[in-house]
Nanobody, 114 residues
Framework: EAQLVESGGGLVQPGGSLRLSCAAS????????MYWVRQAPGKDLEWVST???????WYTDSVKGRFTSSRDNANNTLYLELKRLKTEDTAIYYC????????RGQGTQVTVSS
């Protein structure tokens, strides 16, 4: 059974950094396109990033230059590096099998606050 487990969230001050992890099981992340999505309080799910099997990455405009997606093939794990965090980045972050986030893990909370 395919499973996604996110971790690494927390409380951080504006300007800070976090590294989110997504451990996948039941399938090989090397051969599928994977996504990060987030849901801020009171808002819909929002696409954040895509990473292709070849390692190409795309980002929503609001996080370009601040977030970086990567993949550890040996551990079947995805990462999302968050830098220069802003209060508006506060959300639950999910890794997902589809861009809309219909097939996703349980999420990890990121709170950016002073």
């Amino acid at each position: 059974e395919a499973q996604l487990v996110e971790s690494g969230g927390g409380l951080v001050q504006p300007g800070g950094s976090l590294r989110l992890s997504c451990a996948a099981s039941g399938f090989d992340v090397r051969v599928v396109t994977m996504y990060w999505v987030r849901q801020a309080p009171g808002k819909d799910l929002e696409w954040v990033s895509t990473i292709s099997p070849g390692g190409l990455t795309w980002y929503t405009d609001s996080v370009k230059g601040r977030f970086t997606s990567s993949r550890d093939n040996a551990n079947n794990t995805l990462y999302l590096e968050l830098k220069r965090l802003k209060t508006e980045d506060t959300a639950i972050y999910y890794c997902a099998r589809d861009r809309l986030g219909n097939i996703r893990g349980q999420g990890t909370q990121v709170t950016v606050s002073s």
